[in-house]
């Protein structure tokens, strides 16, 4: 079974500017996540959809990240404009349904310089 | 707001040597999950537990549930360097979201 896939794996962008990350899930999983993990904290929920609907947003920057599972596979998360504190490793994961294992992918580096 | 707090934050041993890492909280949780990061990966699930009071294994790593579902222990036995890693526990809130701790990022030294 192949595994979460994401990319690109790293991204060096300037402030201000534009950037998407590309997700995607383990075949037939119904459930992914977006998350955004700091140097040296912990993953933090940014987005997670259920199929093709978005059933928690509640941590996301919404003036300037948005997120979209257009045919409940994959899904793309933008920043515009992304911001110096916006420097962080990005994780897709997926899961066959809401609180069940969730299988990360690799991340996306992202630094804003 | 609910909170996982890990610690310590950062653990560096010897090889051959037992420790323990500890995430609490004030708020309880209908099940606790713990992960093993290494570096340029995302995080790989260990275990899951769900009882309070639950001990489960998993070769050298003893993981437990606090009886009031509000923490948890990870214990090492004879550590190796292969055990190296961010060591992360998320809780289940019982709706549909997962928050997890900042981490123990433990370096086991041969």
């Known amino acids: 079974e192949a595994g979460v896939a994401q990319s690109p794996r790293y991204k060096i962008i300037e402030k201000r500017q534009s950037v998407a990350f590309w997700c995607n899930p383990i075949?037939?999983?119904?459930?992914l996540y977006w998350y955004q993990q700091i140097l040296g904290q912990g993953p933090k929920l940014l987005i997670q959809f259920q199929n093709n609907g978005v059933v928690d947003d509640s941590q996301l920057p919404k003036d300037r990240f948005s997120a979209e599972r257009l045919k409940g596979v994959d899904s793309t998360l933008k920043i515009q404009p992304a911001k110096l504190e916006d420097s962080a490793v990005y994780l897709c994961?997926?899961?066959?349904?809401?609180?069940?294992?969730?299988?990360f992918g690799p991340g996306t580096r992202l630094t804003v310089t | 707001t609910q909170l996982l707090e890990q610690s310590p934050q950062f653990l560096s041993i010897q090889e051959g040597e037992n420790l323990t890492v500890y995430c609490n909280s004030s708020?309880?949780?209908?099940?606790l999950q713990w992960y093993r990061q290494e570096p340029g990966e995302g995080p790989v699930l260990l275990v899951t537990?769900?009882?309070?009071?639950e001990v489960k294994k998993l070769k050298r790593l003893t993981f437990q549930f606090g009886d009031a579902r509000k923490d948890s222990s990870l214990h090492i036995t004879a550590a190796q360097p292969g055990d190296t890693g961010l060591y992360l526990c998320a809780g289940d809130t019982g709706g549909f979201k997962t928050i997890f701790g900042a981490g123990t990022r433990l370096f086991v030294k041969a």
């Open positions: 994961a997926s899961s066959r349904g809401p609180r069940l294992e969730q299988y």
């Open positions: 075949s037939g999983h119904a459930t």
């Open positions: 537990v769900v009882t309070g009071g």
């Open positions: 708020s309880v949780f209908s099940s």
